[in-house]
Nanobody, 122 residues
Framework: QVQLVESGGGLVQPGGSLRLSCAAFGRIFSIAVMGWYRQAPGKQRDLVASETSGGSTNYEDSVKGRFTISRDNAKNTVYLQMNSLKSEDTAIYYC????????????????WGQGTQVTVSS
């Protein structure tokens, strides 16, 4: 019902920057929360950052001050600006969206992007 399309990953040197984008398409009435998780090899998937439709943000401690999440609600799109990247930021980054599919829907459904690889290496 809803598809999330990510872009913006790649290879960057330590200290560099990348900007990830994720756009949601499909049966969407509203999106309560959009955000990003990441998963490094051999590790669990962890929340990186999230933002509510009202603009409240939440960040994992290790990225505070370096990453910035933002949303364009009119475009159903979320961004993750990543600065001062470190080797430990290397992971597959997955966006997600908690969606109300219709007017009057009682529950949100969570949808995931396909993942985009971010590699920080010299």
């Amino acid at each position: 019902q809803v598809q999330l399309v990510e872009s913006g990953g790649g290879l960057v040197q330590p200290g560099g920057s990348l900007r990830l984008s994720c756009a949601a398409f499909g049966r969407i009435f509203s999106i309560a929360v959009m955000g990003w998780y990441r998963q490094a090899p051999g590790k669990q998937r962890d929340l990186v950052a999230s933002e509510t439709s009202g603009g409240s943000t939440n960040y994992e401690d290790s990225v505070k001050g370096r990453f910035t999440i933002s949303r364009d609600n009119a475009k159903n799109t979320v961004y993750l600006q990543m600065n001062s990247l470190k080797s430990e930021d290397t992971a597959i980054y997955y966006c997600y969206a908690d969606v109300f599919n219709t007017l009057g829907a009682r529950y949100q459904n969570r949808y995931w992007g396909q993942g985009t690889q971010v590699t920080v290496s010299s």
